[in-house]
């Protein structure tokens, strides 16, 4: 088993962002707790067959 | 509790006396006094401006202050009043526009020195122009967290944003620069962005009202994005009425914003006339408020205001909505995700060019995975049914705007925000429209307030509530007292 800091390495490395040495620990922070918060919204039973709402309109025809 | 402010040393009346001692604390104070010629806009904006610049340093409202287009805009609608030309309660109105937001006369920093310094420049945001249309004055770009995100970075060189109550202690984010602004009399009103409370938690710590609106109603093309599926432009001024006042301004279809809705802009100000016979309130308690986190004060300030507007002729009943806590993480999770997709590329080229606080929160979003972000908007998607079944049965839900008072800022972490209950980002995730007022304030004297959600595109509901309370109260009214701090700038 990986510890945090281990998947944490893996995660930066895999994403191409390169923070300074001094922002790891506030990182690591953010990525443990974040993660756990994530894993949460799996265990709702209410969300079992529920579909994502989309908010790309193909009739949108707005003028950029 | 309102401050005299003076200048000493001018004889020109209309500086000496300003508009706070004037008794124009509002925008309809002024579009009132504007019309029966006792003040002028340019006696209004000169105050306005010159009190900015004198406490800017120890506020930090503003990133620029637009001096000469404000005179310029003052003098233009004063001339339009001479010659009998009227576009509306917004002409001759100072306002603040959060430096997220595009404007011509005034570059865009988004706090940040990662923003192309191009990006927008000499446009309007569509929400702008409009307000410029409308005849409004432009005081400057306020203070935003860097990209409405992260917290103040001293070391990059932007205005670091002070509470006007307690100037060591937080005046929220984003729109932390329009929320002190109006509070400390620095516009009339302003605008501020909302993904997961960035209106409505400035107006709650700075003790006025903010709206954010209903997903759509007001064209976000020309701001910066933060979460695009959770974005929001919203008014901030005094008093619901105001913040009416600016939305029928502001709302409306724009074809160069793809999540503009194509709804109708009912004339807001009309649904406001104190009646709230027959509405019905719901109070979601669970999380909402039985959170161990939440401040007793707060909590007993909210259900005081409940109880104001059930003596008024409103029902109110306790009830439910289930998984709120997983609400806030969704919205959170979403946001995030979507921020990450847009500073991506900037934050691996361009890592320590973001503020301290900004550039860990924001690479969070890389390590969500797709699946993660799917699976929040699936949730999404029951919450927002779970709200809809709620919305069957009461008119408006009522809740605390946040946990605490303004904290201050020596005591802020922000890995507290991951876990301590949060009560804006729900009505995000829903798309819902939500105002922040003030309820009250704590013994030590910092301002307290109420939310009060909303029907999908039932603004009108929200304000009419908003402003039959704030007709009973004068919370909203309370200005602080900044004069020692002009004092000392002088």
Redesign the interface.
């Given at each position: 088993m990986h510890s945090s800091d281990e998947k944490l390495e893996v995660a930066l490395e895999m994403s191409g962002v390169n923070p300074a040495e001094e922002d790891l620990e506030k990182i690591l922070d953010g990525f443990t707790r974040g993660l756990e918060l994530a894993a949460q919204l799996y265990t709702v039973p209410g969300v079992r067959y529920e579909e994502p709402a989309l908010i790309f309109s193909a009739r949108v025809a707005g003028a950029r | 509790m309102t401050t005299q402010l003076t200048k000493p040393g001018t004889t020109d009346s209309n500086a000496v006396t300003t508009t706070a001692s004037k008794g124009i604390l509002t925008i309809a104070d002024a579009a009132a006094a504007l019309r029966d010629g006792t003040i002028t806009s340019m006696a209004i904006t000169t105050d306005i401006v010159e009190k900015a610049i004198s406490l800017n340093e120890a506020l930090g409202t503003y990133v620029t202050i637009t001096q000469d287009l404000a005179l310029e805009q003052a003098a233009q609608a004063d001339a339009a009043f001479a010659a009998g030309e009227d576009r509306g309660p917004l002409q001759g109105i100072p306002l603040a526009i959060k430096d997220i937001i595009a404007m011509k006369g005034a570059g865009t920093t988004a706090n940040s020195r990662v923003l192309d310094p191009e990006w927008g420049a000499g446009t309007d945001a569509p929400v702008v122009a409009r307000l410029r249309a409308a005849g409004s004055v432009f005081v400057g770009k306020s203070t935003t967290s860097e990209f409405a995100f992260g917290m103040p970075d001293p070391t990059k060189g932007f205005p670091v944003p002070h509470n006007p109550w307690d100037v060591e202690r937080t005046p929220a984010g984003s729109s932390s620069g329009t929320g002190i602004a109006v509070a400390a009399g620095l516009a009339l009103g302003g605008l501020g962005t909302d993904t997961g409370g960035s209106v409505r938690g400035p107006a709650c710590v700075n003790g006025h009202t903010g709206l954010k609106v209903t997903f759509g109603r007001v064209p976000k093309s020309g701001v910066v994005p933060l979460g695009?599926?959770l974005d929001s432009v919203g008014p901030m001024a005094r008093s619901a009425y105001d913040c009416a006042l600016l939305l029928e301004v502001m709302a409306g279809y724009d074809?160069?914003?793809?999540?503009?809705a194509d709804v109708p802009v009912p004339k807001y100000s009309e649904f406001l006339d104190g009646d709230v016979d027959g509405i019905r309130i719901g109070l979601p308690m669970p999380y909402f408020f039985d959170h161990e986190a939440l401040d007793p004060d707060v909590r007993d300030a909210v259900l005081a205001g409940v109880g104001k507007l059930v003596g008024m002729g409103a029902t109110a009943e306790e009830m439910a909505l289930?998984?709120a806590a997983?609400a806030k993480?969704?919205n959170?999770?979403i946001l995030?995700a979507e921020a990450y997709a847009y500073h991506?590329n900037n934050?691996?080229n361009r890592?320590?060019d973001y503020g301290?606080?900004t550039?860990?929160?924001l690479?969070?979003g890389?390590?969500?995975t797709a699946g993660?972000v799917?699976?929040?908007?699936?949730?999404?998607?029951?919450w927002?049914g779970?709200v809809a079944k709620a919305f069957q049965k009461y008119d408006v839900l009522i809740t605390p705007s946040a946990p605490n008072p303004a904290q201050l800022v020596k005591d802020m972490d922000?890995?507290h925000r991951?876990?301590q209950p949060m009560y804006t980002g729900h009505w995000n995730l829903t798309g819902l429209p939500a105002v922040a007022i003030p309820s009250g304030f704590t013994a030590g004297g910092l301002p307290l307030s109420m939310q009060i959600i909303g029907k999908p595109f039932a603004e009108a509901t929200v304000l009419k509530v908003a402003d039959a309370y704030q007709r009973a109260t004068s919370w909203h009214l309370m200005v602080p007292p900044v004069e020692a701090l002009y004092d000392t700038a002088r």
């Amino acid at each position: 088993m990986h510890s945090s800091d281990e998947k944490l390495e893996v995660a930066l490395e895999m994403s191409g962002v390169n923070p300074a040495e001094e922002d790891l620990e506030k990182i690591l922070d953010g990525f443990t707790r974040g993660l756990e918060l994530a894993a949460q919204l799996y265990t709702v039973p209410g969300v079992r067959y529920e579909e994502p709402a989309l908010i790309f309109s193909a009739r949108v025809a707005g003028a950029r | 509790m309102t401050t005299q402010l003076t200048k000493p040393g001018t004889t020109d009346s209309n500086a000496v006396t300003t508009t706070a001692s004037k008794g124009i604390l509002t925008i309809a104070d002024a579009a009132a006094a504007l019309r029966d010629g006792t003040i002028t806009s340019m006696a209004i904006t000169t105050d306005i401006v010159e009190k900015a610049i004198s406490l800017n340093e120890a506020l930090g409202t503003y990133v620029t202050i637009t001096q000469d287009l404000a005179l310029e805009q003052a003098a233009q609608a004063d001339a339009a009043f001479a010659a009998g030309e009227d576009r509306g309660p917004l002409q001759g109105i100072p306002l603040a526009i959060k430096d997220i937001i595009a404007m011509k006369g005034a570059g865009t920093t988004a706090n940040s020195r990662v923003l192309d310094p191009e990006w927008g420049a000499g446009t309007d945001a569509p929400v702008v122009a409009r307000l410029r249309a409308a005849g409004s004055v432009f005081v400057g770009k306020s203070t935003t967290s860097e990209f409405a995100f992260g917290m103040p970075d001293p070391t990059k060189g932007f205005p670091v944003p002070h509470n006007p109550w307690d100037v060591e202690r937080t005046p929220a984010g984003s729109s932390s620069g329009t929320g002190i602004a109006v509070a400390a009399g620095l516009a009339l009103g302003g605008l501020g962005t909302d993904t997961g409370g960035s209106v409505r938690g400035p107006a709650c710590v700075n003790g006025h009202t903010g709206l954010k609106v209903t997903f759509g109603r007001v064209p976000k093309s020309g701001v910066v994005p933060l979460g695009f599926s959770l974005d929001s432009v919203g008014p901030m001024a005094r008093s619901a009425y105001d913040c009416a006042l600016l939305l029928e301004v502001m709302a409306g279809y724009d074809a160069s914003d793809p999540n503009a809705a194509d709804v109708p802009v009912p004339k807001y100000s009309e649904f406001l006339d104190g009646d709230v016979d027959g509405i019905r309130i719901g109070l979601p308690m669970p999380y909402f408020f039985d959170h161990e986190a939440l401040d007793p004060d707060v909590r007993d300030a909210v259900l005081a205001g409940v109880g104001k507007l059930v003596g008024m002729g409103a029902t109110a009943e306790e009830m439910a909505l289930p998984y709120a806590a997983e609400a806030k993480e969704a919205n959170h999770l979403i946001l995030v995700a979507e921020a990450y997709a847009y500073h991506r590329n900037n934050l691996v080229n361009r890592w320590s060019d973001y503020g301290d606080l900004t550039r860990p929160n924001l690479a969070r979003g890389a390590f969500y995975t797709a699946g993660d972000v799917a699976q929040a908007n699936r949730f999404r998607s029951m919450w927002a049914g779970e709200v809809a079944k709620a919305f069957q049965k009461y008119d408006v839900l009522i809740t605390p705007s946040a946990p605490n008072p303004a904290q201050l800022v020596k005591d802020m972490d922000p890995s507290h925000r991951l876990v301590q209950p949060m009560y804006t980002g729900h009505w995000n995730l829903t798309g819902l429209p939500a105002v922040a007022i003030p309820s009250g304030f704590t013994a030590g004297g910092l301002p307290l307030s109420m939310q009060i959600i909303g029907k999908p595109f039932a603004e009108a509901t929200v304000l009419k509530v908003a402003d039959a309370y704030q007709r009973a109260t004068s919370w909203h009214l309370m200005v602080p007292p900044v004069e020692a701090l002009y004092d000392t700038a002088r």
